[in-house]
């Protein structure tokens, strides 16, 4: 099993920045993908960002412009940088990396979340 851990929500005004950041320190074999997802009160989980191959990135158009993924594939490492925040980026955000770790085919491993509130 990997365990995926997030850090660096809170609160903010609007207009504000936070950097999330999302580490495992168990051992993967090979990172395929890490991406931040997000799931606001009442609403469907979401894809806010990926990467890809450390290099290709996506974005939801919501947050173009504003967020900014980033990462490192062989350290295990995903950041995404939030700027200009508003009030409907508030949500739990979990990060996830696509991944082949041992004893276990590839697959999706999560974090637990970590929460960002965008309030005055």
């Known amino acids: 099993q990997v365990r995926l851990v997030e850090s660096g929500g809170g609160l903010v005004q609007p207009g504000g920045s936070l950097r999330l950041s999302c580490t495992t320190a168990d051992e993967i074999y090979t990172t395929y993908s890490m991406a931040w997802y997000r799931q606001a009160p009442g609403k469907q989980r979401e894809l806010v960002a990926s990467?890809?191959?450390?290099?290709?990135?996506d974005y939801a158009d919501s947050v173009k412009g504003r967020f900014t993924i980033s990462g490192d594939m062989y350290k295990n490492k995903v950041f995404l940088q939030m700027n200009s925040l508003k009030a409907e980026d508030t949500a739990v955000y979990y990060c996830?990396?696509?991944?082949?770790?041992?004893?276990?085919?590839?697959?999706?491993?999560w974090g637990q979340g970590t929460q960002v509130t965008v309030s005055s």
């Open positions: 996830t990396f696509d991944a082949w770790a041992p004893g276990q085919p590839r697959a999706d491993f």
């Open positions: 990467i890809t191959g450390g290099i290709s990135t």
